[in-house]
C-alpha cells in the first residue's frame, strides 16, 4: 500500500500548481484523503481533506479557502489539490494521506494510517 504525491515545484507569487496523489494497491475511494503541509521550522499542519463518504464534503485550512481546491478522480485513483493564487506562506513540503477521521477530526494528522513522500511547493519570486 503507497500513496504518491507529486506535482510541487517552484513558482512566483500568484502562481498555480496543482499536486496529485495517487494509490498504488488500494482504492482510494474507500479513505478520507487529507493534504497536510510542513513548512521549515514549523509543525504539520491540514491543509485540506476530501471526505469518503458519497457527499466527498471537503474541507479547508482558513489560509487557503478560496484559493485551494480538492477533488477526486476515480478514474485515475487520484486526489488533486488545485492550487491557484499562490503566497510566498504556502511554501512547504506537501503530503498526502489517506484514513478514516471520524467527525471534525479531519486535520488530526495520527488519524491517517497511510502517507505518501511529501513534495516540495516553493513560492518565491
Known amino acids: 500500500v503507497q500513496l504518491q504525491a507529486s506535482g510541487g515545484g517552484l513558482v512566483q507569487p500568484g502562481g498555480s500548481l496543482r499536486l496529485s496523489c495517487a494509490s498504488s494497491g488500494f482504492p482510494l475511494d474507500d479513505f478520507s484523503i487529507a493534504w497536510f503541509r510542513q513548512a521549515p521550522g514549523k509543525g504539520r499542519e491540514g491543509v485540506s481533506c476530501?471526505?469518503?463518504?458519497?457527499?466527498?464534503?471537503?474541507y479547508y485550512t482558513h489560509s487557503v479557502k478560496g484559493r485551494f481546491t480538492i477533488a477526486r478522480d476515480k478514474t485515475r485513483n487520484t486526489v488533486y489539490l488545485q492550487m491557484n493564487s499562490l503566497k510566498p506562506e504556502d511554501t512547504a513540503v506537501y503530503y498526502c494521506a489517506a484514513g478514516r477521521p471520524v467527525g471534525s477530526a479531519y486535520f488530526t494528522s495520527s488519524l491517517y494510517d497511510y502517507w505518501g513522500q511529501g513534495t516540495l511547493v516553493t513560492v518565491s519570486s
Open positions: 476530501i471526505s469518503s463518504t458519497d457527499t466527498g464534503k471537503t
